[in-house]
């Protein structure tokens, strides 16, 4: 029997940078063991470049990457989710729509590096940098753990725990 592949979905109220930065690293590091997503409350237009820029710069796959509407993964044939974790302090926030099969969910909240926009092109690159390196700290985290043989309720506290790592 093939070990199962479980579905991650990060929220982002813009999934723009945050949500598309976990998305992809999740699906670099995953080894196959994953399938993340991203969407947003309020999806932008266009994912962030400086958070493309990051993910080539780290060798990290971007085709098709795109912002999306979180309505999409609460749909009857959207994948089901086994996990939905919010980067951003908006969207944990907000009222989520039902996600079908009862996923785990918790806060992984990150400060939102477009926030820097009217800074030195240095100072963006340094926080966008340090997001990237929060993420994969904490997906590096949520990879070594031992999905199947944890309860509903420790895997809840190693989730809930990962969300306050920050190095």
């Not at 063991?33 to 990051?54: D, I, M, N």
């Not at 990290?60 to 980067?87: C, R, Y």
């Not at 997001?131 to 999905?147: A, D, E, M």
Request: net charge neutral; hydrophobic share 40%; charged share 15%.
């Amino acid at each position: 029997m093939s070990a199962p592949v479980y579905n991650v979905l990060f929220i982002c109220t813009h999934n723009s940078a945050r949500s598309i930065i976990a998305e992809a690293l999740l699906n670099q590091l995953g080894g196959g063991k994953f399938r993340a997503y991203s969407a947003g409350s309020r999806p932008a237009s266009h994912v962030h470049p400086q958070a493309l820029a990051l993910l080539q710069r780290h060798k990290i796959a971007t085709e098709g990457l795109h912002s999306k509407n979180w309505d999409t993964f609460a749909q009857p044939d959207a994948p089901q989710m086994d996990f939905v974790l919010t980067v951003c302090d908006q969207a944990a926030g907000e009222v989520c729509p039902f996600w079908p099969g009862q996923p785990l969910s918790a806060h992984w909240g990150i400060q939102d590096p477009s926030a820097t926009i009217n800074h030195s092109p240095e100072n963006i690159d340094k926080a966008f940098s340090e997001v990237f390196r929060i993420l994969h700290r904490r997906i590096s985290l949520f990879l070594s753990l031992p999905l199947p043989k944890l309860g509903q309720l420790s895997l809840q506290q190693e989730l809930n725990h990962i969300g306050h790592t920050s190095d």
